[in-house]
């Protein structure tokens, strides 16, 4: 990252996490963005691009501070049962489910 990139995340977030935000790339301080907003909208009906930021956070984003995870009414036993994570979205996509997005 060079100096005027860390300079416009200092503007642009707080600054305690500037120190942590330094470290993350600028392709995915640019999905950040876009994943921010997410939060509180219904799983199912995230649009594909979505998704995949969606998707891309719940894999990886624990190692750039986030945490993207789904909040749902869903039955425990029914999410048991489900043999992938695709089977569970697709329980999730069933119920009142919502996005969540946080930074840790």
């Not at 649009?47 to 009414?73: C, H, M, N, T, W």
């Amino acid at each position: 990252m060079d100096n005027s990139t860390a300079a416009k995340n200092a503007r642009a977030f707080p600054p305690e996490l500037v120190a942590k935000l330094g470290l993350i790339p600028d392709s995915v301080i640019a999905k950040l963005a876009e994943a921010l907003p997410l939060h509180g909208h219904n799983f199912a009906m995230l649009k594909p691009a979505e998704l995949e930021v969606f998707d891309f956070f719940r894999k990886q984003g624990r190692k750039y501070g986030v945490v993207a995870s789904i909040v749902s009414d869903a039955d425990p036993v029914e999410l048991a049962k489900a043999s992938s994570q695709k089977q569970q979205d697709e329980v999730m996509r069933r119920t009142n489910s919502s996005v969540s997005i946080v930074l840790s």
